[in-house]
């Protein structure tokens, strides 16, 4: 096997990405399975897009083998391969897991977990569709997002989505809403006009919910010390917090005393140990704490 290849595999199936990986798959199919299939909610994607397909065969055609989850699976074969070739391997295999995951998934639901069970034979789980929408959004964005956040996806029209990003400066989460706006569009003709007023209030509310959980994955705590005692606090930052940090000369314009700037970047989670470490070290000090979801260096994210 090809090293690179090896690298690739190594990556997806190492514990520390393979758990929220499947996680976020585990959260998108039970979003759609649950709550956007049964009340024909189009949000978008390929798995939107297979529902109205499903609805569409079923009248046509009732009594079809044809369901929403082979439906998604054909689709998102013919995606994966657009995704190999303008993504790259790394992402490539870690969407294709993802998409064959998703897809055995929703399979394995419809087989054995049917909803006419669960809902006493009824076609949704209960009769609220707003709450319902609610938790395929809540369900579907934030999976969505951790996929994104380890450079994967569930497949379908989040590969174009990434594609979108990659080669331009919109968000993903406005990617996601240029590339879904015509299939919630078009639930407005074959589920009507309540089902797909819903499905277009879900589309937005995702798109934002995605941009949002994504942002928050990747903040990080912006630090401006001005301090008369530089060593200590720096001791701690390179030894303790394993980050460095840019020194820089001042002078304090009313006192004229000299100082040292420090500024560094560190993890949310680092960030009261910090900021403790320098009020011990020098009370006096100065500290500007700024947020930052675009950290691009070593140790953070790669450009």
């Known amino acids: 096997m090809n090293r690179k290849w090896s690298d690739d595999l190594k990556y997806l199936f190492s514990p520390r990405n393979f758990l929220p990986i499947n996680l976020g798959v585990l959260m998108v199919s039970a979003g759609v399975y649950f709550f956007r299939a049964p009340n024909g909610f189009s949000t978008g994607g390929v798995s939107g897009f297979s529902i109205l397909l499903a609805r569409v065969i079923s009248t046509a055609f009732p009594g079809s083998p044809i369901t929403m989850g082979t439906l998604t699976a054909v689709l998102n074969v013919v995606l994966l391969i657009v995704g190999f070739i303008f993504l790259g391997r790394a992402c490539g295999i870690s969407t294709a897991y993802c998409t064959l995951a998703f897809s055995l998934e929703l399979w394995l639901l419809e087989r ?7 809902s006493a034979g009824g076609a949704t789980l209960t009769d609220q569709p707003l709450l ?172």
């Open 132 to 303: 319902e929408l609610l938790y395929d959004i809540l369900l579907s964005g934030i999976g969505s997002s951790i996929l994104f956040q380890y450079n994967a996806t569930s497949g379908g029209t989040d590969i174009v989505a990434m594609i979108i990003k990659k080669y331009t400066s919109i968000e993903i989460g406005r990617a996601l809403l240029f590339t879904d706006a015509l299939i919630a569009l078009s639930s407005l003709f074959v589920f009507g006009a309540r089902t797909g007023l819903f499905s277009l209030m879900g589309l937005l509310m995702k798109a934002f919910l995605v941009d949002g959980v994504v942002e928050s994955m990747n903040l990080c705590k912006c630090f401006m010390v001005i301090t008369s005692h530089p060593a200590e606090i720096e001791a701690f930052i390179t030894q303790q917090l394993h980050h460095t940090a840019t020194e820089i000369d001042g002078k304090g314009v009313y006192s004229g005393s000299d100082r040292k700037v420090i500024l560094t970047i560190c993890r949310p989670t680092e960030a009261f140990r910090l900021k403790q470490r320098v009020k011990e070290q020098d009370p006096d000090a100065f500290i500007i704490i700024t947020n930052s979801s675009e950290i691009i260096g070593r140790g953070f994210r790669s450009a």
């Open 112 to 118: 054995f977990l049917p909803i006419s069970m669960l």
